[in-house]
């Protein structure tokens, strides 16, 4: 067991990892943040054998194939009445497994977060609040998946670096999504574009330019809307207005950003598309950073219109703890079309 006094060699980040861990779950070994992924499922096994081994006496022949027990028996269903006391013994066994099997996924999850934090050099000051910490690892638990756990692994990362990137009700919409439907979000989410602390899904002609260049249909938007990742609204799009000043707005897509000028005279533009809810704009962090798509950018500088309007991009090369990035030159953007 790690006590606080020992963490002396970790970085400030894993350090913090396993404060919020501790308090978590009462209690951290050190192979939570060492172990890798053979070696957790090593250990799963191992657990899962002692559990079997007190249960075969009882059951018969139980057997275990990733993740799935088998309880064979070829004795009569009347010879299986056995004893309140070995009822009792079988109710302990199976809560035992349970218990593995939940610890096993915890353990698995902080891994993923301690990778993920493992290039963080610097982190807030502020540690995520009880009720966080609890409400996440009671749903980290039940997380049995591979790629759901890698996902969870970096939302417990992402609350580390920074207090507040994830709420409650981010968790509780998350639980629920099943790994098909965080795949389809992670799609759709390499199209976000970031403008003002806003995202949005660039959709200027009722879903057609989407299907045709992503794949990206009309059920796949209700789906994202229905689980709370996109708003149920219509025709909501992002208003744009000059106030009557000249302005140049900078909207981020991936590590692409764009850079809007628009004179004072331009009309209230409004950018046709799908708007993130607060859910879907906290996950849309945990994508990876990707240089736009060609057509997309060409499409957004098309949904521009005004005399004097002028939109470039360049790609984003470094990124500051404020928000704030340093890009290449900006470029005029040309239709390859």
């Known amino acids: 067991m790690i006590k606080f006094k020992d963490i002396a060699g970790f970085s400030e980040p894993i350090k913090r990892l396993i404060e919020v861990i ?3 779950i009462g209690g951290i070994s050190k192979p939570i943040l060492t172990r890798k992924n053979a070696d957790a499922k090593a250990y799963e096994i191992k657990a899962v054998a002692k559990a079997i081994g007190e249960s075969q006496k009882l059951l018969g022949p139980v057997t275990y194939n990733d993740g799935e027990i088998v309880v064979e028996s070829d004795q ?3 010879a299986l009445q056995l004893p309140e006391a070995d009822l009792d013994q079988r ?6 497994y349970q218990e593995s099997k939940k610890q096993s996924n915890i353990e698995r999850i902080t891994q993923y977060a301690a990778e993920d934090l493992d290039d963080t050099e610097e982190i807030g000051p502020d540690r995520p609040d009880s009720d966080w910490t609890t409400r996440f690892f009671r749903i980290a638990e039940d997380i ?8 969870w692994g970096k939302v417990l990362a992402g609350e580390v670096k ?3 990137s994830f709420s409650l009700r981010t968790l509780d919409i998350l639980k629920n999504i099943s790994t098909k439907e965080a795949e389809l979000f992670a799609r759709v989410a390499h199209l976000g574009i970031i403008n003002s602390g806003i995202t949005f899904l660039l959709n200027p002609d009722q879903g057609k330019f989407l299907e045709e260049s992503f794949g990206i249909n009309m059920s796949d938007q209700l789906i994202l809307k229905e689980i ?10 992002l208003r744009v207005s000059t106030n009557g000043k000249d302005i140049t707005n900078v909207y981020t897509c991936g590590s692409t950003c764009l850079s809007v000028f628009m004179p004072a005279s331009t009309p209230t533009q409004v950018l046709p598309g799908e708007i993130f809810t607060q859910a879907g704009n906290q996950l849309h ?18 949904t521009h219109k005004g005399a004097g309007v002028v939109v470039k991009y360049a790609q984003i090369v470094h990124r500051n703890d404020d928000g704030s990035f340093g890009h ?10």
């Open 76 to 78: 009569k269903e009347e």
């Open 328 to 337: 290449t030159p900006l470029q005029d953007i040309i239709s390859n079309s």
């Open 144 to 151: 049995t998946t591979d790629e759901m756990q890698a996902l």
């Open 91 to 96: 109710v302990v066994s199976r809560m035992a």
């Open 162 to 164: 920074r207090v507040g």
């Open 228 to 237: 709370g990742l996109l708003s149920p609204s219509k025709d909501l799009g």
């Open 285 to 302: 962090q945990l994508v990876e950073h990707e240089p736009a798509n060609r057509k997309y950018v060409e499409k957004f500088s098309s």
């Open 22 to 24: 501790a308090e978590g």
